[in-house]
């Protein structure tokens, strides 16, 4: 199986990004799962390996943002 990987840091926090062919021309993006960690799976799709990864970045960004301080 042909298995792309990618380290990004993402407002401080790193995340190891796997992205594998479930198809021609189709690539699924996930989150690596690390032993003793979450199994939990929320896959992203793209053309390419890049794109793929870059819509999982682009929502753990999203979903794990600088939360704003309260005054």
């Known amino acids: 199986m042909?298995?792309?990987r990618f380290e990004q840091v993402i407002?401080?926090?790193e995340y190891h990004i796997e992205v594998?062919?479930?198809g021609i021309d189709k690539w699924r993006a996930q989150?690596?799962?690390v032993p003793?960690?979450?199994a939990a799976l929320m896959p992203f799709y793209g053309k390419t390996p890049i794109e793929a990864a870059g819509q999982l970045s682009r929502?753990?960004?999203i979903a794990h943002g600088q939360r704003q301080s309260q005054v």
Do not use: E, K, Q
């Open 2 to 4: 042909n298995v792309h």
């Open 11 to 13: 407002n401080g926090r």
């Open 20 to 22: 594998s062919s479930v």
């Open 31 to 33: 989150i690596a799962r």
């Open 36 to 38: 003793g960690g979450s």
């Open 59 to 61: 929502w753990l960004t």
